[in-house]
């Protein structure tokens, strides 16, 4: 091999072997200080690819676990609601059998009791109306088919439906009465029929005449115009036909419908022309005014709601169980997802030391030969003297 002044050759070979070590310890120096194999695409793409796609999936399930525990807390909410229900109708009932006990009882005495009975309606319909989670109301009826997303992907759900609300109109105890009926008591269907101007409506019919002149419950639509009026939503706020004729003109306006009854009948009147109420609209089978009556009656209307509010209560127990192995699941799949994403993405420190010492090694002895061989060129000058 001839000797050069130009052209060190074994100069700039260390030199490359140099530069070469020197980027692997940068290297290494990275991923040991950062704890990350993979720093940026150009250390593994195709790694770095699939490690942002289990991050992704490890987020949603985060993010669902936390949904997941949400729902448990809506179902709680509302089973906790139910669970004072359930007690304030075990408490009718009571007073029911006590009611029905007529051997010991005068009617004052059952009138006492309905006081109280009134009262634990105007609270059923209370909670019903107040219980909520986050301002969306649980109990009244409209918590229906709303789906809490459980898992990391689309249609990943579980939906939670309360139907049927639990109010005491929606319980069916808001006409209960264990206070003494008249004897003359009347219930039937009310029935309706057109008369008069185009446009007139009058129903008139036979209904419960309850101790204190009132019924219970109103089932049935009485549609004026565009406007309707849902009778079942007034529930116990209407006890008389004046009540009814207050609840008529808020829905449709004063003088629209008018209101008149007896003992035996009541008569609603469409006023022609704004008032429009059609067969079709309103038939005979849909609108019925009936009162509860009788202790005996209220224990059997008692035992249907509590078997109602049971059976609400034994889905809610359902779906927080269902909830809880949500998350057990979810959190199994994030262990494993997450051991998954950190074997392609951490640094493997063991390994990853032992390259930092090789690679620290050879740094220092490239060092020391580029040294050796930037002094190879001083020989020439031995021949040249």
Do not use: C
């Not at 449709?252 to 067969?279: K, R």
Request: overall charge negative; cysteine-free.
């Amino acid at each position: 091999m001839g000797m050069s002044v130009n052209t060190n050759t074994a100069a700039i070979n260390s030199y490359r072997n140099l530069s070469v070590t020197n980027d692997q310890m940068s290297k290494s120096l990275e991923r040991l200080s950062s704890g990350f194999r993979i720093n940026r695409a150009a250390d593994d793409a195709a790694g770095l690819a699939i490690s942002e796609g289990l991050r992704s999936q490890i987020g949603g399930m985060k993010q669902a676990v936390r949904n997941t525990q949400d729902g448990i807390s809506v179902v709680q909410t509302a089973e906790g609601a139910l669970g004072t229900t359930t007690s304030i109708l075990q408490r009718m009932r009571d007073l029911s059998v006590q009611a029905s006990n007529a051997g010991s009882l005068n009617d004052e005495a059952k009138v006492s009791i309905q006081k109280e009975m009134g009262e634990l309606k105007s609270e059923l319909t209370r909670i019903a109306d107040t219980t909520n989670f986050n301002g969306t109301k649980l109990l009244d009826g409209t918590f229906t088919n709303k789906a809490f997303q459980v898992g990391a992907n689309a249609n990943e759900s579980i939906t939670v439906g309360i139907a049927g609300g639990a109010s005491a109109s929606q319980l069916g105890v808001a006409g209960v009465d264990v206070s003494t009926v008249a004897s003359d008591a009347i219930t039937g269907d009310v029935t309706n029929a057109v008369a008069g101007t185009a446009g007139n409506v009058e129903f008139a019919g036979d209904f419960t005449d309850a101790t204190g002149g009132g019924w219970g419950t109103l089932n049935g639509t009485v549609t004026v115009g565009s406007k309707s009026l849902d009778l079942a939503t007034l529930g116990a706020d209407v006890d008389t036909t004046a009540e009814l004729q207050t609840k008529l003109d808020e829905a449709f306006g004063t003088g629209q419908l008018t209101a008149a009854g007896t003992a035996t009948e009541l008569t609603l009147t469409g006023q022609a022309p704004a008032a429009t109420a059609t067969a079709d609209e309103v038939n005979a089978a849909s609108v019925k005014f009936t009162q509860a009556s009788g202790a005996d009656e209220a224990i059997t209307l008692i035992n249907d709601a509590l078997e109602t509010v049971s059976g609400i209560r034994a889905d809610l127990g359902a779906k927080q169980n269902r909830f809880e192995h949500t998350i057990n699941n979810l959190n199994v799949a994030i262990e494993n997802t997450t051991a998954s994403e950190s074997r392609i993405r951490d640094t493997d420190m063991a390994q990853e030391m032992t390259n930092f010492t090789r690679t620290q090694i050879l740094t220092q002895a490239g060092t020391s030969m580029l040294a050796q061989a930037n002094q190879a060129s001083q020989g020439i000058l031995r021949l040249l003297g």
